[in-house]
């Protein structure tokens, strides 16, 4: 029996082809680069990130008075703010990368069965978006995690259930107009089943799409669980995230800046890296419808 595979488009053409700007190739290397070291930062650094040294406390970084003993300096309790923000980056990256890969698999779910079967489906798709989208977001994030005992799985888990609706939206008004298209129906005359049609030929076509979504939910989740831990809510007591950094420093925000400063640039930056990595992908979509059309 012969596949059925949904068309492809055809290599961008270099007229039609433009190199995303400077800025989003180092916002997008940044986040790459921070990605690497909060997987393996901590065993290349010798300072420990929870090690206290009374000592050396509120020690300033390189510029303002500091030392390259602690480049970005020292937080209140005399522990290295370079090593923490890398220890740090690895559960807030886990965290906010998850949770944006659950909410994308609920939402995609949801939209394109949708999209796909139409009718009493397509509109209980649409009502459970419209709830969700109704309901605050960060306040249903804040109530459940302080009910809930504080853990990474929990976070990750309230955040998809929460940040799914984008995805759903998006993926129906793709499924839609597709569920009629040539190669779709050639793939049912094959005997394929819903199932297949669905994640075989009908996911990959609106997939880079929702590649580009992801990019931005990423960054979102990543302030999310940022907030989260800066009110106490979300990992752990004791885990190192960048949320929690900027909380434990807040009482000496006003006598040592860089205390807060170090890990609030760490997830800004971040957030620029993956919002960048969206818009390149954004402009490969459009790239490639554009090059289908002209085709």
């Known amino acids: 029996m012969s596949t059925i595979t949904a068309p ?9 082809w433009r190199m995303p700007s400077a800025g989003s190739i180092a916002a997008v290397t940044f986040a790459a680069l921070l990605i690497v070291l909060g997987i393996l930062g901590p065993s290349m650094f010798a300072h ?6 009374l000592t050396d406390r509120l020690a300033p970084p390189i510029g303002f008075g500091g030392s390259w003993a602690h480049p970005l300096g020292t937080d209140q309790l005399g522990r290295d703010l370079l090593a923490r923000v890398i220890a740090g980056a690895r559960i807030s990256l886990i965290v906010a990368i998850s949770a944006t890969v659950v909410a994308g698999t609920i939402g995609v779910t949801i939209g394109m069965v949708g999209g796909y079967f139409g009718g009493r489906l397509d509109h209980l798709a649409v009502w459970l978006g419209d709830v969700q989208m109704a309901i605050p977001f960060v306040v249903v994030a804040i109530g459940v995690s302080a009910s ?44 394929a089943g819903h199932g297949r049609i669905l994640f075989r030929h009908l996911l990959p076509v609106i997939a ?8 931005q939910q990423a960054g979102a ?3 999310y669980e940022a907030a989260l831990s800066y009110l106490g809510l979300g990992v752990p007591a004791g885990t190192i995230t960048w949320g929690g950094m900027i909380a434990d420093a807040r009482d000496t925000a006003q006598t040592a800046w860089w205390a807060t400063v ?10 620029i890296g993956f919002n960048a990595t969206s818009a390149v992908i954004s402009r490969l979509v459009l790239n490639g419808r554009s090059t289908r059309r002209s085709a």
């Open 48 to 53: 420990d990130p929870n090690q206290i040294s």
């Open 148 to 191: 809930l005992t504080p853990s990474a799985v929990n976070v990750v888990v309230i955040l998809g259930l929460t940040g799914w609706a984008t995805y759903a939206r998006v993926a129906r008004l793709a499924a839609k107009p597709l569920r009629r298209a040539g190669y779709i129906d050639a793939a049912r005359l094959t005997g």
């Open 8 to 16: 492809r488009l055809r290599p961008t053409t270099s007229h039609q």
């Open 262 to 271: 170090v890990p609030g640039l760490a997830i800004v930056l971040v957030v």
């Open 221 to 223: 989740m990543m302030l």
């Open 208 to 215: 880079p799409t929702l590649l580009a979504i992801a990019g």
